[in-house]
């Protein structure tokens, strides 16, 4: 009997006996196989070249995966000099527009809308409706109707100008006046009268007295 067919493990109620796995190892499928349906080689290939190129895309990828650790270790270092420079992420970012601003300025697109605007420019400052524009506003500010116009409002302006100080003078010396008049005074007088009845004469210690008393009281009058 062969020991590979056996079963080695004691505690088994079939310990040493025969054990028949061509129907179980059957049904298990290879990868890679010729004959596997899951994954069948392509057209024209065979069974070694497919075996080469699986060991080939086997080492592409761990050297993708070392040179994503290389790459994220750089990454790092970089960031750390950064720091050590003093180098914000708002300073990195404005060194990069500047950079790319730059860059669009020496770029050929940039420099050829430049020249084509400047030609652009050029035809239509020298067109026939643009010289025939200008010299018709070059007329109309150096004609009479013009000029009559400009000095008619300034001289506007300066007659609004000197009928608004004038009314603000009048109203400063009105109100003056109206301040002096007999009838302001009288009504000052009134109301220095109304807050004596209603305050008192009480304020830091000394005595307050009604506006209308001209006269000092006597405390202790002589018989």
Do not use: C
């Amino acid at each position: 009997m062969d020991p590979a067919s056996q079963d080695i493990n004691l505690n088994s109620p079939n310990k040493g006996l025969g054990v028949d796995h061509s129907d179980s190892l059957a049904d298990v499928p290879v990868e890679g196989a010729v004959g596997n349906s899951a994954n069948p080689l392509p057209p024209g290939l065979t069974e070694e070249e497919a075996e080469e190129l699986r060991i080939e895309l086997t080492k592409v990828e761990e050297e993708i995966n070392t040179l994503r650790q290389v790459l994220s270790a750089k990454e790092r270092h970089a960031a750390e000099l950064k720091r050590k420079l003093g180098l914000s992420p708002l300073n990195e970012l404005r060194q990069n527009i500047t950079k790319s601003w730059q860059d669009v300025q020496t770029s050929n697109a940039y420099v050829r809308t430049t020249e084509k605007l400047g030609e652009w420019s050029e035809r239509v400052t020298s067109s026939d409706l643009y010289l025939s524009a200008s010299a018709t506003l070059d007329d109309i500010t150096h004609s009479e109707a013009y000029k009559k116009t400009q000095e008619t409002l300034s001289q506007a302006g300066q007659k609004t100008s000197a009928a608004l100080t004038t009314v603000g003078t009048a109203i400063s010396r009105r109100l003056g006046d109206m301040r002096n008049s007999a009838t302001f005074k009288s009504f000052e007088d009134k109301m220095g009268n109304l807050k004596y009845k209603v305050v008192g004469p009480r304020g830091n210690g000394d005595a307050v007295t009604s506006p209308t008393d001209t006269t000092p009281t006597q405390e202790n009058p002589p018989f």
